[in-house]
């Protein structure tokens, strides 16, 4: 089975930069993605992992380490908008998607 | 290029009755993937088909159950309402069901309270 673990909630002020942490334990491994969720929307994609390492995308940024069932999400420059949970989802061996619980992520002014 | 879409988008119901959801993949996607998502839990995988076959299935009780039909659109049930069924479901599809980078897309959701 998954065991996906992430914290609840965080909050951070606009312009400031905050990292979530996706810990997981899996049978087998094809893949970390994280999502946003806005409250009331549906979730939509954000960034996607397989190998270890930093992948960038504009203000967003996202780490693996395979070796440790670890990830993050960096987010930069935090703006408003951004106020949403933010869900890690670990693609298993039988390439299921398991998803954690989520970070509510709340931007202050 | 129209998303994945639900109906209904709310459906009331009371114990004991059967719901019916329906999901629309995006045109060109075989998998359709349901997700059951409680107020304040994260999303539990329920079901997961592709090329009209199941190919795997969450934890639930047997009472949750669907199909794919031929044009890759897919229909979840779930028999015998309990309270606990109160939840959001909601649909994803992707293009590939075994892909490895191959992202979800999901719908908007139907909102299901049981009374």
């Known amino acids: 089975g998954q065991n996906i673990d992430q914290p609840t909630e965080m909050t951070a002020t606009e312009g400031a930069i905050v990292q979530i942490n996706c810990t997981y334990q899996?049978?087998?491994?094809?893949?970390l993605f994280w999502y946003q969720q806005h409250a009331g929307e549906a979730p939509t994609f954000l960034s996607y992992?397989?190998?270890?390492g930093l992948e960038e995308k504009g203000r967003f940024s996202s780490f693996l380490s395979r070796s440790k069932g670890y990830s993050y999400l960096l987010l930069k420059e935090l703006q408003m908008k951004d106020s949403a949970s933010y869900l890690c989802?670990?693609?298993?061996?039988?390439?299921?998607?398991?998803f954690g619980a989520g970070t509510t992520v709340t931007v202050r002014a | 290029e129209a998303g994945v879409t639900q109906s209904p988008t709310h459906l009331i119901k009371t114990r004991g009755q059967q719901a019916t959801l329906r999901c629309s993949p995006i045109?060109?996607?075989?998998?359709v993937y349901w997700y059951q998502q409680a107020l304040g839990l994260g999303l539990q995988f329920l079901l997961w088909?592709?090329?009209?076959?199941?190919?795997n299935r969450g934890n639930f009780p047997p009472r949750f159950s669907g199909r794919q039909f031929p044009n890759y659109s897919s229909e979840l049930n779930v028999n015998a309402l309990e309270l606990e069924d109160s939840a959001l479901y909601l649909c994803?599809?992707?293009?590939?069901?075994?892909?490895?980078?191959?992202?979800?897309?999901f719908g908007s959701g139907t909102q299901l309270s049981v009374l």
């Open positions: 899996t049978s087998g491994f094809n893949g």
């Open positions: 992992n397989v190998l270890d």
């Open positions: 994803a599809s992707s293009r590939i069901g075994q892909g490895v980078n191959e992202k979800l897309f």
């Open positions: 989802a670990v693609r298993g061996g039988d390439y299921k998607l398991s």
């Open positions: 045109s060109g996607h075989t998998s």
């Open positions: 088909y592709d090329e009209g076959e199941e190919r």
